[in-house]
Every structure is written in C-alpha cells, then in structure tokens.
C-alpha cells in the first residue's frame, strides 16, 4: 500500500507535520527502539543511507524514511488481528485523506508515476539565529522561528512528470501560488491560505523538496549545495550502512544531543546540566525495519559523538545462558557482564530525573536490606555473562498456589572465593535480620542452600552450576527444572530458534519473550496505550546486541506476529467521506 505521503499545504496551528512524523515513528518503534549486521568492509554508496541525506539538515532532530511499494504495504496490513489492523487502517486513511485526497491528489494517478521507492519525512529543531546571516524572504504564513518545521524529500524518478505537476499544482481552495527564487532554485509556494504553508523546489530534477516553512526549504537548499547534510554529520556515514536493507520497509534516524537539548528545555521534564553532558556523548540511533514472512525485523545501530573522549568496551561473550535454562522458559534476559552495565547505567542515569531508579538509591536499598555494599561485596566478583529468567510451574497436589512462576537470576563468576564470602554474608543475613531459615539441601545430587520464611514457605534457592555460575531461585521451586542440566533447554526450541536473531555474533546480550504463553497465564502491568491489542497481536520478542567497534552497539530484534488471513481494501476517498473506516484492509 503506498503511503499516504504528498506535496500538500501544512496548518501552522496543528502541524500535520507532526501527527505525520509520530504516526510512521509509531510504525517503525512501536515495540521502541534499535542494528544490524552488514558486511563491514561492503563498499558504501548513496543507497546504504537514508533517501534524502544528502538533502536533510544535519542537525534534524528525526528522520523516517517509508516505501512507497504498495505490496509491502498491503504485506504489513496482513500482520496483527482485526483490532490492530483496522486500528491502522484507520490511521492510514486518515493520513491519506488528509495529505492527499483533500487536497485533490489520488496516489496512484498523481504521485506514484514519478516517485521513487521510498519517502523521507524530517523534523527539523528551531534555527539558531545568526546576526551575520543575511535575513530569509518571509511571508504571512511564515513560522515562528522558535518552533520546529519539517522537510519531506520525494526522490523522482520520472523528471518531466514531477516538473509538470509542480509547474501545474492543483488550485488552492483559498489564496493563490507564488514563485520566488533562492540560490538559484524555484520555489512554489502558497500566498493567502488562512494558517497554512506549503513550500516546494525540485533540486536538480532528482528531488522534490516539500516543507512547511520558507526558512526549512532554505535550509534544505543550503545543506544540499554547502554539503552540510545529514550524510555529512559524524558518524552518520560510517553507521548507517551497517544496518542497510534493499528490501526495507522503512528507516529512521534520531539525533540524540539534539533530542537531549529539546528535552533539557522542557518545562515538565528538565534535565539537569550534568546529564545533558553525558548525553553529548552519543550522536545517533538509526534503525531499518523490514517485513517477513513470520514478522517484522528491525536492525540498528547506536553511535557515539566522534569528538566524545567515551569509549565502548568491544566486549562480546553473551550466548550461553539459554542453554541452562528450560524449554519452558517465558522469558530470558541475557547481558555479557553485569559490573560493566551497571558502570554504563550509572554514566546515563546518575542523577537523571528520566531514568526510571536513580543509582543511588539502589546502592543505598541494597546497603540497608542486605547490608552489603553494591559495588564493593556483589558487582566486584560479577564480570561473567548473567541472565534474568522467569520459569512456570506446575504447583504439585495439596501444596499451596503462592507462586506459579520463579524468577532465576544467573550469573558467571570472575571470582568464586569473593563470590562465597558475599553468599555467605547473604546468607548471615536471612538468618539474623529476617528470621529465616537457611537449610542446606541437594537437589540432584548437587548442594545448594534455601531460604524459608518464619511462615515455612519456600522463599528462595541458591547454589551453583557448574564450577562458576551462581543462581538464586525466588518465587517458585523451579531448582529441579535447572538441576541438572535439563535435556531440553530454551535454546533447542522453535519459538527461540525462530525469534531470537543469530546475528550479531558473537553477541553481548539476548532478549526472548514468549509472549503468547505469558500473557495467556500471567497478568502484565500495562505500561504503552492500546497494551493488549498490540500484544494480542505478537507471538514472541526477540533481540540480539552487540558491541560493533569502540563507537558503536548494533542490535537485531525480531518480532513474531500473527496473521489476519483474510484482508479487504481499503475504503475508497468517495466512500469515506461520512463514515469512519469499518472493516479495513488493501492500500489507498
């Protein structure tokens, strides 16, 4: 289905611009985030980028780029269940009707027989204003220079038909068209449209350049002819091939100190001066998202400022943990070394107002339950690979229901003597503190130590697997299902093999959520709107990380979506005049 993307005016009051922009973000990162594995040494050329770098600002606070292939579209509607198709099929007839058929445009007759394969929509922060730069050409609808503007680039295929249509645009339904000149370009441009803007040049026949403001075209220009662009920002070229895709659905970018800036200005949410520093620190997250036969699949990369002194440890010795653990197992979180994540965390979090527990208040609710010191007695000796687990069971007759799932933490010891002692302390603890009873026990042979409550409860289990990996059971009994170890792990199953990418390899994390089991036994809270459908919708997550080179993390995440086996069209611009879109389904 081709998307709903075209040269029309903008409102300056509700910037279209914006609904725009969130509602195909919402398409590609609806899940949130991102990178991907491409041959390092591939040759880059001007298809490994995102359509239109070259034309986009450098300091464009986001970018997306969408098909404009009409299969892939009608490929993506096919995914999902009836609720989560007609609830985009409404958002795209919305999108269509409004960018295109009321302003007289029909995708098919107008558009697509000179547009290229896909279409780039950038949001653009506000200019810094410069005494010595020469003041723009401004009109009634210019905008105000504090707010920020967009800039849509529809790279041309067929010349002479994109020439005539902007030579000829359609008649506006109030004020009229003007031409004006800027470095030589034309520029197309409404006059009288009460609150709306719309500004249009075609660079060297190749480009057509759709903005809502004259100081955005401007900027366009000058980025194209001063190669001051996005392809030219740090980092930019050098990352964005590693996640090129010729069969993508849709790309995105996002400029991160510049993301930090506006959020740093908010009202709602400041952020203080020593966190915007550390986020200065990173430059881009760039994503490509594709569709396949089963699911969707994004890849991504993540960089660093090229002029930031922070480095990355290329530290990739993840992998292993799905194979101690269960087929059974609805969820598995794996890292590569715990003392180093927690470093990173404290970097991005200390002291930012954002992040969802401050480091010192971890530090601090450690100290005064455990009485151990964080970083000193349990982080010191936890520089192995570790995973985070939830495990179902199957409680056994006449004893009680208290726990249906048990939360295993496991982790790869650099150090088991320092590791013991801390145990032990752990251990001293449970027993004086809290009144529990700590029993050694066997459990296949091998010795571990439980914790029950004053109540006789079952509370938690540790031991050891093999000579270096702690583990620590809380919730359920599910000991016996990791000792020993069990014939059938997470690692031999379909759904794992089928969702958790293998590349990047090696890796320094994994994620894998059953989500079709978990939801149907567990309730989840609800943290994003509209939660149930969309995991309605989705089989199993998952996602494998890497660190690329000391400047950058790459990531493939795979989601695994059911189907609606039986699609309809779209309604058409005539049908949808006075009614909402019941039932949806095939492109506009």
Do not use: C
């Not at 996640?243 to 995105?252: H, P, S, V």
């Not at 520093?277 to 760039?286: F, K, M, Y």
């Not at 950058?552 to 779209?570: E, G």
């Amino acid at each position: 289905m081709a998307p709903p993307l075209v040269s029309v005016p903008m409102k300056k009051n509700k910037k279209p611009s914006l609904v725009l922009t969130l509602s195909a973000a919402g398409l590609l990162i609806g899940a949130g985030s991102a990178a991907y594995w491409l041959l390092s040494q591939r040759q880059r050329s001007s298809s490994d980028l995102l359509v239109g770098a070259n034309i986009i600002p450098g300091d464009a606070l986001f970018a997306v780029s969408l098909t404009t292939d009409p299969q892939q579209w009608q490929k993506l509607r096919e995914f999902g269940t009836k609720e989560t198709q007609a609830e985009l099929d409404r958002n795209l007839v919305e999108l269509r009707d409004r960018f295109l058929t009321n302003n007289g445009y029909d995708f098919q007759k107008d558009i697509a027989p000179w547009v290229g394969n896909d279409v780039t929509i950038a949001i653009l922060a506000p200019a810094i204003a410069s005494k010595a730069a020469p003041k723009p050409v401004t009109t009634n609808e210019d905008t105000a220079s504090d707010q920020q503007s967009m800039v849509m680039v529809l790279p041309v295929k067929n010349p002479e038909i994109a020439k005539n249509i902007l030579a000829q645009p359609k008649t506006l339904k109030q004020g009229k068209w003007i031409d004006r000149i800027y470095q030589g370009i034309a520029i197309k441009q409404s006059q009288g449209q009460a609150g709306e803007n719309f500004f249009a040049a075609l660079l060297d026949g190749r480009f057509l350049v759709i903005t809502d403001s004259p100081k955005a075209t401007e900027r366009a220009i000058d980025a194209y002819k001063n190669q001051t662009s996005l392809a030219t920002t740090g980092g930019f070229a050098e990352n964005f091939p590693k996640i090129a895709n010729y069969q993508r659905f849709g790309q995105f970018y996002v400029n991160v100190p510049t993301a930090a800036k506006i959020a740093a200005a908010s009202p709602n949410r400041p952020l203080p001066a020593q966190v915007l520093a550390q986020l200065q620190n990173n430059q881009g997250l760039a994503g490509t998202m594709t569709l396949e036969a089963e699911g969707i699949r994004f890849k991504g990369v993540s960089w660093l400022n090229p002029n930031s002194q922070r480095v990355l440890a290329v530290e990739n010795k993840a992998g292993k943990m799905q194979s101690r653990v269960p087929a059974e197992t609805l969820m598995m979180l794996s890292g590569g070394n715990l003392q180093r994540l927690w470093g990173d965390y404290i970097l991005t979090s200390q002291r930012n107002p954002l992040s969802p527990i401050a480091p010192e208040q971890i530090r601090g609710g450690i100290k005064s339950l455990t009485d151990l010191d964080l970083d000193k007695d349990l982080l010191s000796w936890m520089k192995g690979e570790f995973s985070l687990s939830l495990i179902p069971t199957t409680p056994k007759q006449g004893s009680p229901d208290d726990f249906r799932v048990g939360l295993l933490f496991m982790v790869q010891t650099s150090n088991r003597q320092s590791a013991e002692a801390s145990i032990k302390q752990l251990d001293e603890v449970m027993r004086n503190q809290y009144q529990f009873q700590v029993q050694p026990a066997k459990v296949a042979g091998q010795p571990v130590v439980n914790w029950v409550s004053p109540y006789g409860t079952l509370t938690a289990t540790h031991g050891w697997l093999d000579r270096d990996v702690a583990f620590l059971v809380v919730g359920a009994p599910v000991t016996d299902k990791i000792l020993p170890k069990p014939n059938n792990t997470l690692a031999s199953t379909i759904p794992f093999q089928q969702t958790v990418p293998t590349q990047p390899n090696p890796t320094n994390g994994q994620f894998f959520l059953d989500v079709e089991r978990t939801v149907k036994n567990f309730p989840l809270p609800t943290l994003i709107p509209n939660q149930q459908a969309l995991l309605a919708a989705t089989r199993s997550i998952g996602m494998t990380s890497a660190v690329s080179d000391s400047r950058s993390n790459i990531y493939d995440i795979f989601l695994a979506l059911k189907k609606v086996r039986n699609t309809t069209p779209l309604p058409s611009p005539e049908s949808n005049k006075s009614s909402s879109v019941t039932p949806p389904t095939t492109s506009p």
